[in-house]
């Protein structure tokens, strides 16, 4: 995942997560705590080490001192308890950041999700489905990870870096300066340099890529580089990209090799500088071999500690871009859904009307898609729309559905404009009949009783009848228990399309709006399936986007639509009745989409 480069403003957006750690702090505060206490007792490890190191006779060192024991054994003893203690300490703080974690993560997941699919159409367009879902799974296991574990270690680094040179200090002032001249310094530069030599790994694998384009690209296309004789050409060009995948390979391998040569000579010197210094200073009588143990221990955690920080400040840097792609989602406006399932339902009566409707999609402004439509559709008329793909069929669905807002113009349900509706309530009114029907993982009742949930059964049950579905699903063994989806049953076309017929019967809506299959069924299928649609139009206002001829044949009026507006309309014979008329042409051509 790309880091994102910190702003301050991105900092202070980022800190807003923050929000959802606020209902358990108490728990994060005292999490916090044991984290310090746990990392407190990490410091005394060196000293109490050191001095164990040291022996029996290396008594009134700071250690027997502070904590006033004169053999080894008591100072064995103090580790022991210095370890439960710590083991004790690290249990809560991972226990407790863990439970502050999860919960503020869960609701994070719920929240995101829960506005994700609030989301105008419009959004779902402009983004990818897959890269949402990253954003759901990875953003989020990136920001539990940071808080779980980053924040706590950062936390705990600071507090090893400030006590650890402190105490440093306390041994011997001057060990510290020459280790603190020396050592961190070296840290920092072994850390960039590797940083440096990562980036020209990635190059080199870049590179790489390149060249199996190559390959890829001349195996694909054999036919034609034998046709063309061109298998000379393609050798060569092969050779050049492996050229340069070694040069590239070549330049990361000196750098390496200095890197090695920088550790050996520059790391390890500057550690056995001080060790050198501090034996020198033993030698002296200045430190104790205790001391000096303690000395070196510390350093070693240290030095540690400078090198994780830099590594979580990268850490840190990806959960702040995590964060920021997770409320570019949350910052997106919602459709105001409110699926009161108590809310008194609008009764409308079905009548739509389109005054002067123009719509371009957002992502392509300059291309008009319905150019100032007028449509007028009276409540309970069937109303079939016919014309070449792309003239805009799809799109007045969708604008019906509220899918998108009218560019210009009004679009109106039993006379009141749209936007004046709550869009829940409006959308109560409808249902849909898609053309690839996508069935959710579960069962097949769970699948029709999605038109209406907590449906009871025996109206699942009527619907699937109306719907001439109940034969075959009484077919399978286990009814309407069968699973469907992926993990069930593979069901046909046909019986796809009778199960969301049967959603849309058992929703009872007042418009229907029916996408209809271009796919061609079987003529038994295609019966069945016909019959179950003119039951499910009865009594409605329908829209069909019709593929069929025996649907336009049904329906009360055609629509001709060519480029965004309706060029013709009447009954299938009054169409073909029209000397030069769209549609006579079109079916006489059979460039109408009709099977
Ligand atoms: P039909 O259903 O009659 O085939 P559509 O309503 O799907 O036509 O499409 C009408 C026009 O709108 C086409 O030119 C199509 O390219 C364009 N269009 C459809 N959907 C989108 C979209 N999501 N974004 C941009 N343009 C679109």
Do not use: C
């Not at 702003?7 to 209902?23: A, D, G, M």
């Not at 030599?197 to 990635?202: Q, T, V």
């Amino acid at each position: 995942k790309d880091k994102k480069r910190i702003s301050k403003e991105s900092f202070r957006r980022s800190l807003r997560i923050f929000q959802y750690v606020l209902p358990y702090r108490g728990k994060f505060l005292l999490g916090l705590l044991f984290l310090f206490l746990s990392s407190v007792t990490f410091m005394t490890f060196p000293g109490l080490l050191g001095r164990l190191i040291g022996g029996n006779e290396a008594s009134d060192s700071p250690i027997d001192r502070f904590f006033n024991v004169d053999n080894i054994d008591q100072v064995a003893l103090l580790l022991l308890v210095a370890f439960l203690l710590q083991a004790v300490f690290s249990f809560m703080r991972i226990f407790l950041f863990a439970d502050v974690t999860e919960r503020a993560i869960a609701q994070l997941r719920i929240d995101t999700y829960g506005h994700l699919v609030k989301l105008p159409m419009t959004f779902f367009n402009r983004e990818r489905v897959g890269e949402l879902n990253s954003r759901i799974s990875n953003d989020i296991s990136m920001l539990q990870d940071t808080f779980m574990t980053t924040l706590a270690e950062l936390l705990r680094q600071v507090i090893v870096i400030l006590g650890g040179v402190s105490l440093l200090f306390f041994y011997s002032v001057e060990l510290t300066l020459v280790m603190l001249i020396s050592v961190p310094v070296m840290m920092m530069a072994a850390f960039f340099f590797g940083k440096f030599i990562r980036s020209l790994s990635k190059t080199t694998q870049a590179e790489l890529a390149r060249s199996q384009v190559v390959v890829e690209e001349t195996l694909t296309a054999i036919q034609s580089v034998k046709a063309f004789a061109n298998e000379l050409l393609e050798i060569r060009r092969y050779n050049n990209v492996v050229e340069e995948v070694r040069k590239v390979a070549m330049r990361g391998a000196k750098w390496r090799g200095a890197f090695a040569s920088f550790v050996i000579f520059g790391l390890f010197g500057a550690v056995v500088l001080v060790i050198w210094y501090g034996v020198k200073l033993r030698n002296e009588g200045v430190i104790g071999l205790d001391e000096l143990t303690s000395f070196i221990l510390y350093s070693v955690f240290v030095g540690g500690s400078i090198g994780g920080v830099a590594d979580i400040f990268g850490r840190v840097q990806k959960a702040i871009g995590a964060t920021e792609s997770l409320f570019d989602i949350m910052e997106e406006d919602a459709e105001q859904i409110s699926n009161d399932a108590n809310a008194p339902s609008l009764d409308l009566k079905g009548s739509i009307d389109f005054e002067q409707v123009t719509y371009a999609y957002p992502s392509r402004k300059d291309k008009v898609v319905l150019d100032r439509l007028e449509l007028h559709v009276k409540a309970g008329e069937k109303i079939a729309f016919v014309g070449p793909s792309g003239a805009g069929k799809t799109t007045i669905a969708a604008l019906i559905l509220r899918y998108y807002k009218a560019t210009s113009g009004t679009i109106k349900f039993d006379g009141k404009p749209a936007l004046d509706y709550n869009i829940s309530a409006l959308r109560n009114e409808m249902a849909l009949v898609p053309q690839d029907v996508i069935l959710f993982g579960g069962s097949i009742r769970e699948n029709i009783e999605y038109g209406r949930p907590g449906a009871p059964f025996e109206e699942v049950r009527i619907a699937a009848e109306k719907a001439n579905a109940l034969e075959f699903i009484e077919s399978f063994p286990e009814g309407f228990d069968t699973l469907v989806g992926e993990r069930g049953v593979q069901l046909s076309g046909g019986q796809r399309q009778r199960i969301a017929i049967a959603r849309a019967i058992l929703k009872d809506p007042r418009i229907l709006i029916l996408d209809e299959a271009t796919s061609s069924l079987d003529a038994e299928s295609e019966r069945l399936v016909q019959e179950a649609l003119e039951r499910l139009m009865e009594g409605r206002t329908s829209l069909v986007i019709a593929h069929r001829l025996s649907t336009i044949r049904k329906v009360d009026r055609i629509m001709v639509l060519d480029h965004g507006s309706i060029k013709e309309q009447g009954t299938h014979d009054e169409l073909i009745a029209l000397e030069n008329g769209i549609y006579r042409n079109l079916t006489e051509l059979q460039l109408l989409d009709l099977n």
